[in-house]
């Protein structure tokens, strides 16, 4: 049996993690210094209180102690594990992962690995998944290893970002080129590629945003059977409009969830994402 570990920005639910038997480990959001376990410490209403305020908010890897006792008591038991990160080009949690594996591996002989989802979110709890469901068939430690890696490749994620102060803040957009947005009521559409945050399009206003957000899943999934993964930040009016739009344009599997901590500290409040799988 693989062991299966995931960390705190994959949005599994409790059931699932429980049915799988699955291990979470948290990041960090650090408000104004103080550091916070993702999703276990910090609820997300709180962290929109403090976006909402201006408050330094940032994160981090995972506490040593909350993720490497899993690592160490697979690997002492011979249990191989699996541990599956955030993106890796948003975070250091995968390369900090990979180190504790490779000291792990001067020691014990057990089958152990780290795999980059290039994604968080509901985008991640639909890779894992169809990953388990892999496992499932019991195929050997490295095919199920090479079909994560290769599942993830498939994963289209886009995100439209309504307020871009959060992004300036982190450094992944300039001061001016958010001003003038602002300034111009210019929409950013952000898409995650291979994990890290490319700008895709620009549209003038939420409305031609939203079409443009339309249009990037019908480019990509245009089977409408397709399943569709929502996820807003703050704006539940953001969500249920574009939502609309999908079921108008004929999309009737849709799963909705909340875009989490972690993501919302990168990226802010008031938007909306969207993922789905190409073939």
């Not at 011979?78 to 900090?96: D, Q, V």
């Not at 388990?132 to 439209?160: G, Q, R």
């Not at 703050?234 to 079921?247: C, P, S, T, V």
């Amino acid at each position: 049996m693989i062991r299966i570990i995931v960390d705190s920005t994959c949005d599994l639910t409790d059931a699932f993690i429980k049915k799988h038997k699955i291990d979470v480990v948290p990041l960090q959001v650090i408000v104004n210094g103080q550091p916070y376990k993702d999703k276990f410490e910090l609820a997300i209403e709180t962290l929109y209180e403090h976006i909402r305020k201006g408050d330094d908010i940032k994160t981090s890897l995972p506490n040593y102690d909350d993720i490497y006792p899993y690592f160490e008591k697979y690997a002492k038991a011979n249990e191989p594990f699996i541990f599956f990160s955030f993106a890796k080009a948003l975070s250091g949690t995968h390369n900090f992962a990979q180190l504790l594996v490779k000291d792990l591996k001067e020691q014990y002989q057990t089958d152990m690995a780290v795999v980059d989802l290039k994604n968080g979110g509901v985008a991640s709890a639909m890779l894992m998944s169809k990953i388990i469901n892999y496992i499932e068939s019991k195929p050997a430690f490295n095919d199920v290893v090479n079909y994560a890696e290769t599942i993830s490749l498939k994963m289209k994620h886009a995100l439209l970002v309504e307020d871009l102060s959060q992004l300036r803040k982190g450094g992944r957009i300039s001061t001016v080129k958010s001003l003038i947005s602002g300034a111009l009521s210019i929409k950013p559409i952000l898409e995650l590629v291979e994990g890290a945050i490319k700008s895709y399009k620009n549209a003038i206003g939420s409305k031609r945003a939203l079409n443009e957000l339309l249009n990037f899943v019908t480019k990509f999934a245009p089977n409408t059977d397709t399943q569709i993964g929502v996820l807003y930040s703050a704006n539940q009016k953001l969500r249920a409009a574009f939502i609309e739009k999908l079921q108008q344009a004929g999309y009737k599997d849709i799963i909705q969830g909340q875009i989490a901590s972690v993501m919302t500290a990168h990226i802010g409040l008031d938007a909306v994402s969207v993922c789905f799988f190409t073939d």
